[in-house]
């Protein structure tokens, strides 16, 4: 299994708070993806990251920030959570720009905004 | 723009069933398509590719054939069993780019 941890697994928190959601891998890979996976949506992508400081925005990156320090750690930040942001928060990582390289998964952040 | 259609879920089979999921896709160019599955509890993992058309993938018994004349990637196995339950994505990426794009999922549910 591809080395990735996501950190928090669980997060419960309220309507206008600052929430951060790490993921932290061990593969040295160069590519790095945030998605949210919601039911009849499928996992939509929020951000993703191409080298340290290196980040661009996907298709559903309002509400959102994120930052790439260092190779291994990609943070996903939701400065003012709100309800919408309910969701399970997917980090991935792939190694090339190949259109066929595949994307490893880590096991997900499932994130409640009351 | 690059958008998967999957077939509505869930699916509910029994054991030793043939299943087929269907997936369409719309894109520019010439993608890669993929089908991903997700177990219970877990996250994404490539269950098969294909990247060129009349391209067929496989894994694991489960097989799936590029056609770009239907534009369709369908998920095939010929016969299930119940550790086959998961969610299982179609999606597609542009040659040369990074940006996985996927379809809503399908559960997949196989009783004994």
């Known amino acids: 299994d591809a080395g990735i941890t996501q950190s928090p697994r669980h997060k419960v928190t309220e309507t206008g708070t600052p929430v951060t959601l790490r993921c932290h891998q061990t593969e040295n890979h160069r590519y790095m993806y945030w998605y949210r996976q919601d039911p009849g949506h499928g996992l939509r992508l929020i951000h993703y990251s191409y080298g340290v400081k290196d980040t661009d925005k996907g298709e559903v990156s309002d509400g959102y920030s994120v930052s790439r320090s260092k190779t291994e750690d990609f943070l996903l930040t939701l400065e003012s ?27 997900g952040t499932q994130l409640s905004v009351l | 723009g690059n958008s998967v259609t999957q077939m509505e879920g869930p699916v509910t089979l029994s054991e030793e069933a043939f299943l087929t999921i269907n997936c369409t896709y719309t894109a520019t160019g010439y993608p890669s398509l993929f089908w991903y599955v997700q177990y219970p509890g877990e996250g994404l993992q490539l269950l098969l590719k294909a990247t060129k058309a009349d391209d ?17 990637f369908h998920l095939e196995k010929g016969s299930v069993q119940v550790s086959d339950s998961a969610v299982y994505f179609c999606a597609l990426t542009r040659q040369g780019a990074q940006k996985l794009v996927f379809g809503q999922g399908t559960r997949l549910t196989i009783n004994p």
């Open chain 2, 56 to 72: 067929k993938g496989s894994n694991k018994g489960f097989e799936a054939t590029y056609r770009k004349e239907t534009t369709s």
């Open chain 1, 81 to 107: 959570a709100t309800s919408s942001q309910t969701s399970v928060y997917f980090c991935a990582i792939s190694e090339s720009t190949g259109g066929s390289e595949k994307l490893f998964f880590g096991s």
